[in-house]
């Protein structure tokens, strides 16, 4: 069994290797600034803010059956947002009425609402949908004689912050592409599945995302929260037959960033700051609910498994500088990852029934037998299936999540290993014995 685990074993190093290479840049970065220290670009402080040429902005967000939240949604961020000049362009299909109604309801109250109404049913895909808002604002820029300079991406669920715009406005002098943090609403803790996403995105956010333009890598799109100028996607536009937003791809956002980059566009990423306005000292990021339900967040990970790792790879290959290829690699090893994760979960099933077969048969009679089953299941089979839970959320990233054991002092603390499922089922075995070996010491302590 050992010479199996052997494969899986050297996979789950060269892996944890590959975290340790990104914590060691971003600490090397992290003590060069600090002994070098250089004018600083992020966060710019409120006069900065103020007196950067002010751009008009357009809002789009893409609409399917949104009905429910999309009032809300448009009603809060009006009210909400503190950069005076912007639209929102609101996309919805025919065959979505309700949609329609309420976006036409709240355009009705608020002039810089707009609705951009497909020409074709619903519903196709998120990009389809995005490529026909943006040709109603050149319909509209056409019409009122205005033009929008910036182009920002939203969902109908984000809670925008309210110095979004006045960031994005301001860096947009020196990026073509700009991404804010985006972060999740609070949840109970027991809404493990949105766990995930929360774990994830405060990992991403706080290191992968800073440290990837240092490295020469691309930043890509979060699909909310990225600002693009108009000159960066005309030229996206025509190296790409005026496909902005690729319908065809089922991770858009994550390729618009890596086309803008091929296509010399310059990126930059927001780091997680607190927006020091004197009103409120909260992070600048965009806020959203991330999917709470096992089935919503197996199809959404499916979705960006198929489109980063697999799709990406046909579409546009390896090429490119090393900073590139490496963070290609980064985002694509979970074709790698998930398997070997998944098969090392199953081996250790098996080493574990193995163990306690071994156990009954050498015990023999009804004190082994009692024993096995005082040992055998619960420490284990649980910390089993909870990684198997994990794993099925972590999906297309293979992110493992910090594993808690309260228990004896040789098993509590915090479990924080992308192997976790191994490191979990060692600690679920550790209790199994110490569970036997107490029931074995009160057996003999009556037999005296």
């Not at 069994?1 to 944890?16: E, F, I, K, N, Y």
């Not at 990684?387 to 228990?407: D, F, I, K, T």
């Amino acid at each position: 069994m050992l010479v199996c685990l052997a494969p899986l074993a050297a996979a789950m190093l060269v892996s944890g290797l590959d975290d340790l290479v990104v914590d060691l840049v971003w600490i090397g970065l992290w003590i060069r600034d600090r002994l070098f220290p250089r004018a600083r670009i992020f966060p710019p402080g409120p006069r900065q803010v103020e007196s950067a040429p002010r751009r008009r902005i357009a809002i789009l967000v893409p609409l399917w059956q949104e009905q429910d939240v999309v009032g809300r949604m448009l009603e809060h961020n009006l009210a909400a947002i503190r950069y005076p000049d912007y639209h929102i362009f609101a996309g919805a299909y025919p065959n979505d009425e309700a949609t329609q109604r309420m976006v036409r309801a709240m355009a009705d109250r608020f002039p810089k609402v707009h609705l951009a109404l497909c020409p074709h049913d619903g519903p196709t895909s998120k990009a389809d949908c995005l490529n026909w808002i943006y040709q109603h604002l050149g319909l509209y820029e056409e019409q009122s004689g205005e033009r929008f300079e910036l182009v920002v991406t939203h969902d109908a669920e984000d809670l925008i912050h309210p110095e979004e715009l006045s960031w994005i406005n301001f860096y947009s002098s020196r990026f073509d592409f700009i991404q804010t943090p985006v972060l999740a609403l609070a949840t109970p803790l027991t809404a493990l599945t949105h766990g995930v996403y929360c774990d994830e995105f405060a990992e991403s956010h706080t290191r992968d995302m800073t440290v990837r333009p240092r490295m020469g890598g691309f930043v890509p799109s979060a699909g909310v929260g990225t600002g693009y100028r108009r000159e960066a996607l005309e030229k996206l536009a025509g190296a790409e037959s005026n496909r902005i937003f690729e319908p065809d791809a089922l991770t858009e956002d994550y390729e618009n960033g890596l086309r803008l980059f091929r296509l010399g566009c310059s990126q930059g990423f927001l780091p997680i700051t607190r927006a020091d306005t004197g009103k409120s000292r909260n992070f600048v990021a965009t806020r959203e609910f991330f999917p709470q339900h096992w089935r919503s967040a197996l199809d959404q990970r499916t979705r960006w498994a198929m489109g980063i790792v697999l799709q990406s790879w046909e579409r546009h290959g390896w090429g490119g500088k090393p900073g590139e290829v490496y963070w290609l690699w980064r985002d694509r090893k979970g074709m790698l990852a998930n398997p070997l994760s998944l098969a090392l979960l199953r081996s250790r099933d098996v080493s574990v029934d193995a163990l306690f077969a071994a156990r009954r048969a050498a015990g023999g009679g009804d004190a082994g037998t009692a024993d096995f089953q005082d040992g055998d299941p619960h420490g284990v089979r649980c910390a089993s299936l909870w990684n198997r839970v994990r794993a099925g959320c972590s999906g297309a990233r293979g992110v493992w999540q910090p594993l808690e054991h309260r228990g004896s002092s040789s098993s509590s603390g915090t479990i924080r290993d992308r192997a976790g499922a191994g490191a979990a089922v060692e600690v679920g075995q550790d209790r199994a014995r110490l569970s036997v070996a107490r029931r074995a010491a009160g057996t003999q302590a009556k037999a005296r």
